[in-house]
């Protein structure tokens, strides 16, 4: 079986203690690979790398850190099959869909933040004949990238794609069950003639490598993407050292569709938005919030567009929904619908496992559930949502917010002012009307409320990655 090995100051090497864990293939159940469960000692080996690469990195011309970036977004395109196929081994997501999305988009975000750092800068305030002021922006220096399993490259270059530009040196993780494609990144980063030592990547599990990434005084910034439960462990501790850190944590999102809406397009976007990569993207729609008049007709729509996904093998091009990342997450999912039925909701569709190898669950609706209960309030990340009604718009807002969270939000109506109104007064990172999940990536991301703290995206993640220095000069 294939054992995956850290990449510290460019090369590929064993864990120091030899300690492994599986790789498991969702689609499968079966474990096709071995991922370190690094240590504080592979962990002082790339603190090592990354002190001795920053002085040469943090220096180096922008516009030579930019071309090493471009080299690696081309080469990460050149490579987009082998990537996608193990992206979707690794994931349980569609291969169509690691090929359409994930992949590209990881290229993405080293193109952008090649192209950004070149026209990134900062800013001047003029006292006429007294004063100047300039800030300089230093990178931080060595900084902590720490990401999840659901879009595993994509989130993963996210981060390190901005700590780079910005010219800091990098000791990434992914998730332990997500590690293929960070694995493969190693190889690509030496072709693009990244310097040794610039970026490292350690694999193993959150509470032993992760913890230590962030404990360790070496690492001056963290930028973590995970749980909202994780995220508060992060925070408590990386701010004990009075770190940086950003944190991206996860949502419960109000889907919310207004009688005045185009019902075609919003009842097939809302089946996207509930079930694309079998609903674990922070940012898919759980809550379906419908206004009264028009609630039984889109009942009736959505469940017959649910009818045409199709669960099963990730390789297959017909396949809509794939596998779940894990049993363990495939049990939390299934005790969240037990949960549903528990609370007095009704299973409109799906509501159980497949019964065949693999993490496979059926596209789920639920309906007759109070705003309050713990399936209306929790995240469940996986294909689930539940149909909710409204009588007006004061009403919609309310139940919209009445959550922890407050990562995204998507409204559908024709109403231009109340698509403002209703934008407003919703209390989230990120509001979509009359689409889903298309955005401009120079624009802030994040969440509000104990969706995290601090927003990537643009200059955002520039600025996160760097101090401002304030120069005055005397004129
Ligand atoms: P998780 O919190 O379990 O793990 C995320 C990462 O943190 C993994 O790499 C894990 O190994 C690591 N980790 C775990 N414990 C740690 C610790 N004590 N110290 C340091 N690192 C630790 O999350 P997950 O299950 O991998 O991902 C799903 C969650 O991520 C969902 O809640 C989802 O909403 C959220 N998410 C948020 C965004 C966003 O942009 N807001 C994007 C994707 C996913």
Known sequence: MQKIQNFINGKYVDPVKGEYIDNVEPATGKAFAQVPNSSIEDLELAIDAAQAAFPAWSTMSVDKRSRILHKLADLIEQNLDDYALMESRDNGKPLWLAKAVDIPRASTNFRFYASAIVNFSTEAQVSEGFMVNYTRRAPVGIVGCISPWNLPLYLFSWKIAPALAMGNCVIAKPSELTPMTAYLLGKLANEAEMPAGVLNILHGEGKGIGQAIVEHEATKAISFTGGTATGKIVGATASQQFKKVSLELGGKNPNIIFADCDLDEAVKTS?????????????????????????????????????????????????????????????????????????????????????????????????????NCRTNQEEIFGPVVTLNKFKSEEEAIEVANSTRYGLSCTIWTSNLQRAHRVAHAVQSGIIWVNCWLVRDLRTPFGGMKDSGIGREGGDEALRFFSEPQNICIKL
């Not at 379906?288 to 959505?302: A, D, H, N, P």
């Not at 159980?352 to 596209?363: A, I, M, T």
């Open 271 to 371: 089946v996207k938005s509930s079930f694309t990569n079998q609903g674990e993207i922070c940012l898919c729609g759980s809550r379906i919030l419908i206004e009264e008049s028009i609630y039984e007709e889109f009942k009736r729509q959505f469940l017959e567009e649910c009818e045409k996904l199709v669960v099963g093998d990730p390789m297959d091009p017909k396949t809509t929904t794939g596998a779940l990342v894990s049993e363990a997450h495939l049990n939390k999912v299934d005790s969240y619908v037990q949960l549903a039925r528990e609370e007095g909701g009704t299973i409109l569709t799906g509501g159980k496992k497949l019964d065949r190898e693999g993490f496979y669950y059926e596209p789920t609706v639920i309906e007759g559930l109070d705003e």
